[in-house]
C-alpha cells in the first residue's frame, strides 16, 4: 500500500523557521507532481507549494512566496517545505500530495492529487 508520511511539524514561534519532510513508501514518486497544502482551524484546505514532475517547475501561494521553498530529493522519495519567517497565520494542518496525472494549470487544486498523508501540525504563536 502505498502512502506518504508528513513530520517535522511543532509549535514555533513567529519569525522561526521550520521545515517540513513528507516520504512515500510503497513506490516512488520521482514522476509524480508534488504539493504541500494546510488547513487552518474551521477553514478549508488551501495550496501552499507544487513542484510538478517533469519540469520541477515550483509554483506557491502569494501568502507563502519569498519565506517557502519546497524542494525533492528522489533518491529518498521525499518532499520538503522548508518555511521562515512563519507567521501566525501559517498555522495550520501540513499536508502532502502526490499525483502523476496533475497538469501544470492545475496544481492548485487539491482535488486532482489522489495520494495524500495525515498531516502535520505547525501551529505558530505571536
Known amino acids: 500500500q502505498v502512502q506518504l508520511l508528513e513530520s517535522g511539524g511543532g509549535s514555533v514561534q513567529a519569525g522561526e523557521s521550520l521545515r517540513l519532510s513528507c516520504v512515500t513508501s510503497?513506490?516512488?514518486?520521482?514522476?509524480?507532481?508534488v504539493a504541500w497544502f494546510r488547513q487552518a482551524p474551521g477553514k478549508e484546505r488551501e495550496f501552499v507549494a507544487a513542484?510538478?514532475?517533469?519540469?520541477?517547475?515550483?509554483d506557491y501561494a502569494d501568502s507563502v512566496k519569498g519565506r517557502f521553498t519546497i524542494s525533492r530529493d528522489n533518491a529518498k522519495n521525499t518532499v520538503y517545505l522548508q518555511m521562515h519567517r512563519l507567521k501566525p497565520e501559517d498555522t495550520g494542518v501540513y499536508y502532502c500530495?502526490?499525483?502523476?496525472?496533475?497538469?501544470?494549470?492545475?496544481?492548485?487544486?487539491?482535488?486532482?492529487?489522489?495520494?495524500w498523508g495525515q498531516g502535520t501540525q505547525v501551529p505558530v504563536s505571536s
Open positions: 500530495a502526490a499525483d502523476p496525472a496533475v497538469i501544470q494549470s492545475k496544481v492548485v487544486d487539491a482535488r486532482n492529487y489522489g495520494l
Open positions: 510503497g513506490r516512488s514518486f520521482s514522476g509524480d507532481t
Open positions: 513542484m510538478f514532475r517533469s519540469s520541477g517547475r515550483t
